[in-house]
């Protein structure tokens, strides 16, 4: 009998312990339930106030939209040419720093009024490819491993890190934000002829372009005397069959020259090749900063939440859900007191 005292003490114990939890369950339920009623209460009691603020917020923002002229844009699509990719960052820092500090002098010189710059802005960053050639890839990392074996070879360095940055060259985007549509567009003309006044790289345009031409006369040359020494190799073989002898592709002449059609072929479409090469080079690099683009004015999108029928609800709306709380806390801290 004694035994089982503690049995049913035990029990009683845990049975105590198992509705204190409940209680405590119910009344958190309870309390949750209060505070959600306390909150619909409140917005039932100021219901009128909330929807009266929500329309003069939209009301506001239609006035602002119609009123307050919009944020223009253009969008320039530019490759930089010469490793001038450095200069073109350089100096749209330099412009951007001039519109800050106002610099009338600077804009002077372009021929643009400084008066009319007002919420115009320039910035420019890098277009990221999607998806990069693996091709391409591959193709530098042969280059880096020439790299190596060429280290203590400075001409052939230059050449190779000349060809990697060629063809890694990247395209950027230039931005231009104004609200003043012709005027901002033709700021943005002007500005991206200033970029393109630079003496250095306008000489090495120069250069660029007389070296390509020339390449393209001389291949043509070269093009030309391996045409005729294929006709007169095609007249000597019609005119001296008993004089000549073939092995393996080889032909020889009077048994001292010998003449290698497949490589003459070969070699006359690797110059007609470097001729399109040039001529598209030409093409490409007729300034140091490239324009593939001149994009036309079109308006900024913005983000919903950033649109003045959003917005200003949400300020008007916000505030007053601060008061309300600021009063509250200030009744509350008076029944302290």
């Known amino acids: ?39 619909f209460l409140y917005l039932k009691k100021n219901l009128f106030k909330l929807i009266a603020l929500v329309a003069i917020g939209v009301a506001i923002g239609f006035a602002v939209k119609t009123f307050v002229p919009k944020k223009l844009k253009s969008e320039i699509i530019v490759k930089p040419n010469f490793e001038s990719k450095d200069y073109l960052y350089a100096t749209i820092d330099e412009i951007a720093s001039n519109i800050q500090s106002r610099d009338t002098i600077f ?39 020439t790299l190596q074996n060429y280290k203590d070879n400075e001409f052939v360095l230059g050449i190779i890190k000349s060809e990697i940055l060629q063809k890694s060259a990247s395209i950027h985007r230039i931005t231009f934000m104004y609200k003043d549509a012709i005027k901002g567009e033709e700021y943005a003309e002007k500005i991206m002829g200033y970029i393109n006044t630079n003496p250095y790289f306008n000489e090495l345009q120069k250069i660029s372009t007389q070296n390509a031409q020339t390449r393209i006369t001389k291949n043509k040359g070269l093009i030309e005397q391996i045409d005729n020494l294929i006709s007169s190799y095609s007249k000597n073989l019609a005119n001296r069959e008993s004089a000549t002898s073939q092995s393996q592709g ?37 300034k140091a900063i490239n324009i593939l683009n001149f994009g036309k004015t079109q308006a900024v999108k913005k983000p919903l939440f950033s649109k003045n029928l959003v917005l200003f609800p949400a300020i008007l709306l916000g505030g007053f859900f601060l008061f309300s709380l600021l009063s509250f806390l200030n009744k509350k801290s008076k029944e302290l007191i």
């Open 107 to 145: 804009f002077k010189k372009m021929g643009i009024d400084m008066a009319k710059l007002a919420d115009f802005n320039v910035e420019i960053q890098p277009i990221e490819e999607e998806e990069v050639d693996k091709e391409v890839i591959e193709q530098n990392n042969k280059y880096l491993e």
């Open 1 to 39: 009998m004694a035994d089982q005292v503690p049995s049913n003490s035990s029990n009683t114990s845990n049975e105590i312990d198992l509705g204190q939890l409940f209680e405590l369950i119910k009344k958190g339920f309870n309390n949750l339930f209060k505070w959600f009623l306390r909150i």
């Open 250 to 286: 080889m032909v020889l002449f009077d048994n001292e020259n010998s003449l290698n059609i497949p490589n003459l072929l070969g070699q006359k479409n690797k110059l007609i090749r470097e001729i399109e090469n040039k001529q598209i080079e030409i093409v490409e690099q007729t």
